[in-house]
């Protein structure tokens, strides 16, 4: 089992910034890939940015050149630093961590960017 917390949402204007942080309760070297998803009311949960365990990353096309995804294995926490915030932008956050035998999610933190 692995739990997760997330911290670093709120309200933020357009264009601001915002970081957000999931901390594991487990050794991320153990983590094979870690993931930010957003998802707004009505819509599914869309993959905003990924990171595997060798550091690859990948992107929603939509947040390519803002958002960036990091991962510090000495304090176990992912990270998803994000600029230039869109109005479009504003969802639940949530952080998905997968290991070998099964996939985790946080309890979601909301990001809200006002125009």
């Known amino acids: 089992q692995v739990q997760l917390v997330e911290s670093g949402g709120g309200l933020v204007q357009a264009g601001g910034s915002l970081r957000l942080s999931c901390a594991t309760s487990r050794s991320i070297g153990s983590i094979n890939t870690m993931a930010w998803y957003r998802q707004v009311p009505g819509k599914q949960r869309e993959l905003v940015a990924l990171?595997?365990?060798?550091?690859?990353?990948n992107y929603a096309d939509s947040v390519k050149g803002r958002f960036t995804i990091s991962r510090d294995n000495a304090k176990n926490t992912v990270y998803l630093q994000m600029n230039s915030l869109k109005p479009e932008d504003t969802a639940v956050y949530y952080c998905?961590?997968?290991?070998?035998?099964?996939?985790?999610w946080g309890q979601g933190t909301q990001v809200t960017v006002s125009s």
């Open positions: 990171i595997t365990s060798g550091s690859t990353t």
């Open positions: 998905k961590v997968s290991t070998v035998i099964a996939s985790y």
